[in-house]
């Protein structure tokens, strides 16, 4: 039964033919319990990476779409907004899926309550190096040069990209990889929210912060892998779901 006023949310599922056990999470979580909601919030890093739309007939990129297609025809609808892994994603994405694109950060009204979403790489401001690659990959002029780039070209650039972010996770501090306190109280105050619900750093939980004196509450959403999980908002609050 649909739910007018359940809205769910996932992140991070890092979807790859490598991984089919996760995919096949997801298929079911589709196929399953997404049904009920009347908006499913996909918050980036769907995809362990997208490498280009011209990349819309790999196999398993195929498959993920139209199953994405197919869960949108039951009637939910799907909102994703692109995390550091899957920026490249475009509009022929957004038609093979059957879903609209968010920017981040977007304020929603979630059953009354304004509710700021972000990925969250944006909120992880000690990671300097990081934030100057993504200062770099998000103009338009770098969006285009990769894109006139070959698709194999491409693939074999962001495995090495991957390949040195593993790397470098390897060498950084647990801390520096996490939201920096003054980025997230500073969201909070320049949204004028008091919920916050992001991914990326894969540490799921529910934090409270007291900005300027009110009560604020932020929902990390966390990674899938041999389980998922999922927060569902409706007009009784947020709540997890875990998908197994
Ligand atoms: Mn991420």
Redesign the pocket.
């Known amino acids: 039964m649909l739910n007018a006023d359940l809205s769910l949310f996932v992140s991070?599922l890092h979807l790859t033919a490598r991984r089919p056990e996760t995919a096949a999470l997801f298929q079911r979580f589709l196929a399953g319990p997404a049904r009920a909601a009347r908006t499913l919030y996909i918050l980036?890093?769907l995809f362990d990476y997208w490498a280009g739309d011209d990349d819309l007939g790999e196999p398993f990129n195929a498959e993920t779409c139209a199953a994405l297609a197919e869960f949108a025809a039951g009637g939910t609808r799907t909102l994703f907004m692109p995390?550091?892994?899957d920026f490249l994603a475009g509009a022929p994405f957004g038609v093979a899926s059957r879903l609209t694109f968010l920017a981040d950060p977007t304020v929603v009204d979630l059953a009354g309550v304004p509710t700021l979403l972000m990925?969250g790489?944006t909120l992880c401001t000690d990671d300097t190096d990081y934030l100057a690659f993504r200062a770099v990959a998000r103009t338009p002029q770098w969006r285009a040069d990769m894109l006139a780039r070959p698709l194999a070209e491409r693939k074999a650039m962001l495995d090495v990209l991957r390949a040195r972010s593993e790397a470098a996770k390897q060498g950084k501090d647990y801390d520096v990889m996490d939201a920096n306190a003054v980025a997230v109280a500073e969201a909070f105050r320049r949204h004028g929210v008091r919920r916050l619900i992001h991914g990326?750093t894969h540490r799921q939980a529910r934090h409270e912060h007291l900005v300027d004196g009110r009560a604020c509450e932020r929902w990390v959403l966390g990674a899938w892998h041999d389980s998922g999980n999922a927060l569902a908002v409706d007009g009784h609050g947020c709540r997890w779901l875990a998908i197994d």
Do not use: A
């Open positions: 991070d980036g890093d995390g550091n892994r990925h790489d990326h």
